[in-house]
């Protein structure tokens, strides 16, 4: 069974800081498109951060850049994402995110296009 399982959010004050993690089964992370989106209350989802795992190649988008951090432990088949400075408006469900298909040989901008499969996702609160 293909799955993905976040962790790590939570309820935190402005400036604050969090790492949510992502346990992939099923397939394994390394040489993909793999990354992070969130959805916000009442807004469209927002690919925010992606990695192509075999080279390591991460792209962000400018609302996270500088703040955000995605990284991979392929001993575990894991995904991470460091998220820093937290502000409000980053206040949403984050989802992390695959092409478990393998399809891509990049990970096209931040790589919502590539996804096919998602997780259940984990809220991140963030209050002024």
């Known amino acids: 069974l293909v799955q993905l399982v976040e962790s790590g959010g939570g309820s935190v004050q402005a400036g604050g800081s969090l790492r949510l993690s992502c346990a992939a089964s099923?397939?394994?992370?390394?040489?993909?498109?793999v990354g992070w989106f969130r959805r916000a209350p009442g807004k469209e989802r927002e690919g925010i951060a992606s990695?192509?795992?075999?080279?390591?190649?991460?792209s962000y988008a400018d609302s996270v850049k500088g703040r955000f951090t995605v990284s991979q432990d392929n001993a575990k088949n894991t995904l991470y994402l460091q998220i820093n400075s937290l502000k409000p408006e980053d206040t949403a469900m984050y989802y992390c995110?695959?092409?478990?298909?393998?399809?891509?040989?990049?990970?096209?901008?931040?790589?919502?296009?590539?996804?096919?499969?998602w997780g259940q996702g984990t809220q991140v609160t963030v209050s002024s």
């Open positions: 995110a695959a092409d478990t298909y393998g399809r891509y040989r990049d990970c096209p901008g931040v790589g919502i296009t590539a996804w096919n499969t």
């Open positions: 990695i192509y795992t075999r080279n390591g190649v991460t």
């Open positions: 099923g397939f394994t992370i390394g040489w993909r498109c």
